[in-house]
């Protein structure tokens, strides 16, 4: 029928709390606050973090331009539209609002953006989808990436779903890395494309 096999991966994981004893980049460690700290506790240690608290919030409209500008210094692209495009969708046309931003003293320094998926193709589980996630390059050793999947997955298991899943291009080593290490698996479904041709 002309469909070909896409050069992407589709990668899930069961959606439970992320112990933050098992996150990739080091050995991150909680406040008693509760709040993500992903500073050794001993500061004059050689390679220690400083220890900068990574919180996250609900993603706001106002946050566009930080988005865009995040993104750009990642791809080298201005994707202006399709943030437009998903803030609108995440914070308007969505019944369960879960994307997040993170900061790091007051600066927005990362961002996730997830939907709540609740059935598609004759399926009625309900699954969130991971679309987005963006690092700024200044604070890529800082466990940005780490804060913000840990706070979605907690958000996610309050609100009971199950599974997470998401799509990245084959090529993309360094996220599928990440994503895998902290226990996404590749999913027992295959991704399709089709071009779509005009008259």
Do not use: W
Request: hydrophobic share 35%; proline share 3%.
């Amino acid at each position: 029928m002309g469909f070909e096999l896409a050069p992407r991966y589709i990668l899930e994981r069961n959606v439970s709390y992320m112990s933050t004893n098992n996150i990739e980049e080091s050995d991150p460690y909680t406040t008693e606050e509760n709040e993500n700290d992903f500073s050794g506790p001993l500061s004059d240690q050689p390679g220690a973090l400083s220890r900068n608290k990574i919180s996250c919030r609900s993603l706001q409209s106002s946050d566009l331009d930080t988005l865009v500008r995040i993104d750009q210094k990642v791809t080298g692209l201005d994707r202006r539209s399709y943030y437009e495009r998903k803030v609108k969708e995440a914070l308007d046309e969505s019944g369960i609002r879960v994307s997040l931003v993170a900061e790091l003293n007051g600066v927005v320094v990362g961002f996730i953006m997830a939907r709540v998926d609740y059935g598609e193709f004759d399926r009625t589980e309900s699954v969130a989808v991971l679309d987005t996630i963006g690092v700024d390059p200044g604070f890529v050793h800082h466990h940005v990436g780490a804060a913000l999947l840990a706070q979605l997955l907690g958000n996610l298991a309050t609100l009971r779903l199950e599974k997470i899943r998401t799509e990245i291009d084959a090529e993309r080593f360094e996220l599928s890395s990440f994503l895998m290490n902290n226990s996404f698996y590749p999913a027992q479904r295959l991704s399709f494309t089709h071009e779509v041709t005009r008259n």
